[in-house]
């Protein structure tokens, strides 16, 4: 009989890859938290606009993620077969791919700041003060994109805690930043909301820095990549990564303009929709951390085991990490919800928008629950198992055939209420039920993408 995988390994497994991940999880969460908060002193119309510069944002990283998605799942089962110099080859061509498409997309929100935040709302003033935000953050979608990149490898070889460390270095620069630019302290300008776009910029290059200079000190100690052959395109390594890091960019790319769409029909509701919205989901995903950092765990966990060839623990780590997700989820859930009124009062918004982010925030701690089984299967599970295909199918369709044309009717034609227009956004989470659970149990993602 094949050795169960005991509570004691799940357990140190979970302490030394999940936990760093999901604290580096955390870390970036308050960074855009603290910005939300600092901004939120400034009125609703600067929450409206930083919000419509962090959906930007988050459409940015949302694709850049899947350039590295799709790296990770050959990085880590070459990592399990001990192939180092595969791993250097697949990591640098991740990087050549990400630093051309983050300069694109930072030159393109540079000439056209404007007509972009004209996407996600209709109102002058919140418009004027979005541009101001973008054409201050936009350089810094490149070194996010190289630091996404980076994190991914560092993580992948086991090396979790560093770049938790350059996270927590990064938020306070960024803090102090923000308390010196947005308000105008210690002598500094008062710059309003693009002191805190000036803050966000300063710190990612900051992180990255530090990260960089750490990935140097790695390959001198365990990795051995010579610079020449980091950097080498090779035909075979192209094809592999296109095969399977393509489905996780097209997966990332089209969920990512999905939820800007639905966004985007949000903001013709008002600027007090739009505000509440982001004030709750900013503090809302503080109940995803652990599902994101078990998710990324679990690719890397699973994408190891199948490289060497363990493809029962694959499936068991699968299972039980999947588990540990939605009961950790629901902690955090309740935790948020016993909080929520102190949360709440840094932000300076009035009585009508409190009480749509009170709604807003009990719909989405319901639909968390659902959300907290299917990332990790997504993400962490099919992905990790080298079946990006099948997280493709699972996370497209219920949106694009399900949630957005809900949102469209809702606002459009049926007028639903604001308070409880996000039950329809988030609509795309039951199901995808229907895929999730059944393709789990399946077993007919792990695949050995190395071969």
């Known amino acids: 009989m094949k050795g169960q995988i005991t509570l004691r390994e799940l357990w140190n497994k979970i302490r030394l890859v999940a936990l760093p991940i999901a604290l580096q999880n955390l870390v970036g969460y ?20 930083v919000g419509i510069g962090g959906q930007i944002f988050f459409l940015f990283t949302v694709s850049m993620f899947g350039i590295s998605s799709g790296s990770s799942v050959l990085i880590a ?88 460390i350059f996270s927590v270095v990064s938020i306070g620069v960024n803090t102090f930043l923000n308390w010196c630019l947005i308000f105008g302290n210690l002598g500094m ?10 803050a966000t910029l300063i710190s990612r290059v900051v992180e ?24 080498r395109i090779q035909r075979e390594m192209v094809f592999k990564f296109i095969k399977y890091s393509l489905p996780v960019v097209l997966n990332e790319s089209l969920w990512s303009a999905g939820v800007s769409v639905q966004v985007a029909i949000l903001g013709q509701m008002g600027s007090q929709v739009l505000a509440a919205y982001n004030v709750v989901t900013n503090i809302e995903r503080l109940s995803s951390i652990f599902a994101f950092g078990l998710s990324n765990a679990a690719a890397i966990i699973i994408g190891c085991e199948i490289g060497a060839g363990r493809r029962h623990h694959a499936y068991e780590y699968a299972v039980k990490l999947t588990g540990a997700s939605i009961a950790i989820g629901l902690v955090f859930t309740g935790l948020l919800l016993g909080t929520y009124d102190i949360i709440m009062l840094p932000f300076n918004i009035t009585e009508e ?58 606002v459009f034609v049926f007028h639903v209420p604001p308070v409880f227009i996000l039950l329809v956004f988030y609509s795309d989470e039951l199901f995808k039920l229907l895929i999730s659970v059944p393709g789990l149990l399946s077993k007919k993602w792990i695949r050995d993408v190395t071969i």
Not at 189 to 198: D, K, N, S, T
Not at 211 to 216: C, E, S
């Open 208 to 231: 990255f820095s530090c990260l960089l200079t750490y990935l140097v000190w790695l390959n001198r100690k365990m990795l051995g990549w010579k610079l020449r052959q980091l950097f």
């Open 77 to 164: 089962q070459y990592w399990g077969k001990g192939d180092k110099e595969a791993v250097g080859r697949v990591f640098g061509l991740s990087m050549l791919i990400g630093a051309v498409y983050s300069a694109l997309f930072a030159a393109i929100n540079l000439a056209f700041p404007g007509p972009i935040s004209g996407i996600f709302s209709n109102e002058a003033p919140v418009i004027a003060q979005a541009v101001d935000y973008l054409v201050w953050v936009a350089p810094s979608f490149i070194f996010s994109a190289l630091t996404t990149l980076t994190v991914g490898v560092v993580r992948t070889v086991g090396k979790t805690v560093p770049p938790l």
């Open 353 to 410: 928008t409190q009480t749509l982010c009170r709604m807003f925030f009990y719909s989405l701690c319901f639909v968390s629950v659902f959300r907290n089984f299917n990332t990790p299967v997504a993400v962490g599970v099919f992905r990790g198992g080298g079946d990006p295909n099948r997280a493709l199918v699972m996370d497209l369709l219920p949106m694009w055939l399900g949630s957005v044309p809900l949102m469209a009717l809702a």
């Open 30 to 49: 308050a960074l855009n938290l603290v910005d939300t908060i600092m901004v939120g002193r400034l009125g609703e119309t600067s929450i409206a606009a």
């Open 189 to 198: 300008p008062e710059l309003g909301v693009a002191g805190a776009a000036i």
